[in-house]
């Protein structure tokens, strides 16, 4: 790993969403040089599902070496964002690093992304990192070796990268351009740069996205530690940089990149942006044993699972168990008709088992065909599928065995009166 030089001691950096992840880690990393960190993140009590609170990262921080400041701090907030670098230039004396790491993201399509999320996305991730840059510039211009450094790609303008999930890259795109314009700006005055991984980084956002199986395929978060702090260490002059994590390690010197693997000599996934396309990532999420919770071309997050056959499979999740896909070992596709047309999975086979729109993941071990008001009358104990399947409402192909277990799952529901 890259050793510390000392060069960040005495400085203050403000990260934004720096109570766990890729953020934490960067703040560790220069505390380790004795630099001030203001803590700027919402998290200020334990999350069920998620580690960490500006609190327990501040306690971190000093144990690391450096001083903490947590602050209570919504980018999509004016106030809370000036109110925060009040106090840091109160406590610190100035400001001498943004690091622009907190971000929102939805990988749905334009039909299934509410402007609820779309709203959110470009509220964090565009104008969050504009308007925490534009209130951090004054302060930045004092320091001696100013850097904005905002987690964000290159601008990558090949379409795949935009039909799956459009809103989503249109507001990451927005922290990149803010780079592209600022580092101009401001060129010799403030270095503004971004920082993107080349592969796949263990986060609770990537656990989101293929599930626990997925940390296998990262690397950890102390490889993106590692390149902020290589870009962070050099001058003003260092400016308009879309860097890569492992090319400026390289250059660096590391040559051992195994020590941030999550399971060395484990194929890598490589990072949304770059050369891979997303059918391509989709199909190695796959392979290496995780359920990517997207879809090329058919995104599928909690904004699919809206109207009536949206609830009937969110049932379905809510009783879907272990023991369920142990006993079942099936991948079950439904091609709806009616009023409601789409297609849906249930994946009884792989890990804890899940449910989504579009097409599955795997080849399917069984295809029905039926009206999508016949369908959730199955579901919901109105229509027996024997009554369905001989009056011809509905059509099987497939392995018939694993498709007399479904109705295993209908009884399921029923009983729990989901």
């Not at 250059?251 to 942006?273: N, Q, R, S, W």
Request: hydrophobic share 40%.
């Amino acid at each position: 790993m890259l050793p510390n030089t000392g060069k960040l001691s005495g400085y203050t950096l403000f990260i934004t969403g720096a109570s766990r992840g890729i953020g934490k880690a960067i703040a560790l990393k220069a505390a380790k040089d004795g630099a001030n960190v203001v803590v700027a993140a919402k998290t200020a009590e334990a999350h069920p599902k998620l580690p960490g609170t500006i609190y327990t990262a501040a306690e971190e921080i000093e144990a690391a070496g450096g001083k903490a400041l947590p602050c209570i701090v919504d980018v999509r907030d004016e106030k809370q964002i000036s109110d925060a670098l009040e106090s840091a230039v109160q406590k610190f004396g100035g400001i001498d690093i943004l690091v622009n790491n907190a971000s929102a993201i939805n990988l749905t399509g334009t039909l299934n992304t509410p402007m609820k999320k779309v709203d959110l996305m470009l509220g964090i991730n565009l104008r969050g990192t504009y308007l925490t840059s534009k209130l951090c510039i004054p302060h930045l211009l004092k320091s001696k070796n100013p850097h904005i450094l905002n987690l964000s790609p290159p601008l990558n303008l090949n379409p795949i990268w935009f039909k799956s999930h459009t809103a989503y890259t249109m507001a990451k795109y927005g922290m990149s351009m803010c780079v592209l314009g600022m580092s101009e700006e401001f060129r010799g005055s403030i270095a503004v740069n971004a920082l993107w991984p080349r592969t796949a980084i263990q986060t609770a956002a990537m656990d989101m996205l293929g599930g626990s199986e997925i940390a296998k395929s990262c690397r950890k978060v102390e490889i993106m530690a590692d390149a902020a702090y290589a870009i962070l260490s050099k001058p003003v002059s260092y400016t308009g940089q879309f860097v890569i994590d492992d090319d400026i390690l390289k250059k660096e010197g590391i040559k051992d990149f195994d020590v941030y693997a999550v399971a060395p000599g484990h194929p890598l996934l490589p990072d949304f942006f770059l050369d891979e396309d997303p059918e391509k990532l989709e199909k190695m999420m796959v392979d290496y044993g995780a359920s990517p919770a997207f879809k090329s071309g058919k995104a599928s997050t909690e904004a699919a699972f809206s109207g009536p056959i949206g609830e009937t499979f969110n049932m379905i999740k809510g009783i879907l168990t272990p023991e369920l896909v142990k006993t079942t070992q099936g991948v079950y596709k439904f091609d709806l008709s009616g009023e409601h047309p789409g297609v849906w999975y249930i994946d009884l086979k792989n890990n804890a088992g899940s449910v989504a729109s579009g097409e599955p993941p795997v080849k399917a071990d069984v295809e029905m065909n039926l009206d999508s008001n016949d369908f959730i009358k199955m579901f919901t104990g109105k229509l027996k599928p024997t009554t369905a399947f001989m009056s011809g409402k509905l059509k099987i192909k497939g392995d018939m065995t694993l498709a007399i277990k479904m109705e295993k799952m209908m009884a399921l529901m029923n009983k729990s009166k989901l």
